[in-house]
């Protein structure tokens, strides 16, 4: 009886780990999928982090006309363009911390909405999104 125990003790975290892994291995399947589906009207779309306080949420971030997407298989959010007041690229986080890529952060109605993008994302959309401040002349668009 005794090896029973031994293959179940060892059996249950090896199928953890394999389910562990194909999960791990199906989510980019996802954000692929999510890019796909944008790219024949997007300017630009890459892969994000969606900053929440402490949680940084793996999205699929696009760029298009009228609107900037952010989306993963748990989240489906927009913004309107024409609502943004600023757009800021920076390398440091509202909480106070450093970002381990460039930091793109919105204003819209007071409220900052921060991604984390790797170097060569944030370069494409900050040509196409340039940085833009509220008392400067001018509205923010995607070019």
Known sequence: MAPNYLLFALGVPALAALVWWYRRSRLNDGFDLILTRHRPTAKVSSRAELVDGRNHIPVALT?????????????????????????????????GGIATGAVLRLRAHGRAIEFVLDMAAARRWSELLPPHRMDQIGTVHAV
Request: proline share 0%; glycine share 0%.
């Open 63 to 95: 760029l298009e006309q009228q609107h900037i997407y952010y989306e993963n298989s748990d989240l489906d959010a927009t913004l309107d363009i024409d609502q943004i007041d600023e757009v800021e690229y920076s390398s440091d986080l509202l909480t």
